[in-house]
């Protein structure tokens, strides 16, 4: 399977703890994004890289947010001190090319109790 | 302003129809992208069609066109022959600029039930 991938699928973390999220993009594509999603809204755009630089991060929803992507493949999506209302599916996607038209992974569902 | 607005909160359409998912959207940048991906309910979001602020026919991707009117800033989505499958979320998307990047925007969505 060449498609985007995220691990874990599902996180169940108490109040105040940290978790992280991985995803991998489709091998040739050079820009990744992250993006959260809440349940009946559209995904809410929250940072990319192209290669290892994050290219736009003023949308990252807090200082509790942060990305990585060290070596310009995987990344990796950390959130400190989680809140209930980081009760969400965090999407990754990855693009290449004309349009920046992005594939979409699967998703990682938090739940926050 | 919102960046992507879509108005049909739900739609029916009879299996076999054609049906139109409207999308408008805002910007100044003359450089921009419009999407459509449908979201089933098993949560994967599927890209469908693609279309550049600079493109001068409408996009067509199978049973999926784009209708797009620059001058509205309109850029709905017209499925043709609905089939039962096509029942899901739609969402409409943009990208453009700012001096800060590239930034992506989703609408809320329109949920196709399509009807045997």
């Known amino acids: 399977d060449t498609g985007v991938s995220q691990d874990p699928r599902h996180k169940i973390t108490k109040r105040g703890q940290n978790v992280t999220f991985r995803c991998d993009p489709i091998?040739?594509?050079?820009?990744l994004y992250w993006y959260r999603q809440t349940l009946g809204q559209g995904p809410e755009f929250l940072t990319y890289?192209?290669?290892?630089?994050?290219?736009?991060k003023s949308r990252l929803l807090s200082d509790r947010f942060s990305a990585e992507r060290p070596k310009g493949s995987f990344s990796t999506l950390e959130i400190q001190r989680t809140e209930q209302g980081d009760s969400a599916m965090y999407l990754c996607?990855?693009?290449f090319g004309r349009g920046d038209t992005q594939y979409f992974g699967p998703g990682t569902r938090l739940t926050v109790l | 302003a919102q960046k992507i607005t879509q108005t049909q909160p739900g739609m029916f359409v009879q299996e076999k129809e054609a049906v139109t998912l409207d999308c408008t959207y805002d910007?100044?940048?003359?450089?921009?992208?419009l999407f459509w991906y449908k979201q089933p309910s098993s949560g994967e979001m599927i890209f469908l069609i693609y279309?550049?602020?600079?493109?001068?026919q409408n996009a067509t991707e199978g049973r999926y066109s784009l209708n797009f009117q620059k001058a509205r800033k309109s850029a709905n989505l017209v499925i043709s022959a609905s089939q039962l499958g096509d029942s899901a979320m739609y969402f409409c998307?943009?990208?453009?600029?700012?001096?800060?990047?590239?930034?992506?925007?989703f609408g809320t969505g329109t949920s196709l039930t399509v009807i045997p």
């Open positions: 910007t100044s940048d003359p450089s921009y992208g």
């Open positions: 279309q550049g602020s600079y493109d001068q």
């Open positions: 890289f192209q290669n290892e630089a994050q290219l736009e």
């Open positions: 996607a990855s693009s």
């Open positions: 091998s040739e594509h050079n820009r």
């Open positions: 998307a943009m990208r453009d600029h700012t001096n800060t990047g590239n930034q992506f925007y």
